[in-house]
Nanobody
Framework: QVQLVESGGGLVQAGGSLRLSCAASGSIFSINAMGWYRQAPGKQRELVAVITSGGNTNYADSVKGRFTISRDDAKNTVYLQMNTLKPEDTAVYYC???????????WGKGTLVTVSS
């Protein structure tokens, strides 16, 4: 079992910044991927960014150049630095973890990010 706890969501004005954190605990396998998805009301959940244990990253086109994903393996924590936020970034952001040995996936409960115009 893996537990994921997100923090850092909140209210920010357009153009501002937030940093999300997700701490993983439990049965953490060293070969894995962690990342962030988001879902706005009435819309499909979408990938925001992922990072593998080897440091490879992928970003949604809509956030490239504005968001940066990173990880601290000593703390089993993944971060999402979000800069130049736009109202369309408003969503619940979900932390995600995948064990690459058995392909088990886990979700956090989500943290709300609201960007005002």
């Amino acid at each position: 079992q893996v537990q994921l706890v997100e923090s850092g969501g909140g209210l920010v004005q357009a153009g501002g910044s937030l940093r999300l954190s997700c701490a993983a605990s439990g049965s953490i396998f060293s070969i894995n991927a962690m990342g962030w998805y988001r879902q706005a009301p009435g819309k499909q959940r979408e990938l925001v960014a992922v990072i593998t244990s080897g440091g490879n990253t992928n970003y949604a086109d809509s956030v490239k150049g504005r968001f940066t994903i990173s990880r601290d393996d000593a703390k089993n924590t993944v971060y999402l630095q979000m800069n130049t936020l736009k109202p369309e970034d408003t969503a619940v952001y979900y932390c995600w973890y995948r064990n690459y040995r058995n392909n088990m996936g886990y979700w956090g409960k989500g943290t709300l990010v609201t960007v005002s115009s």
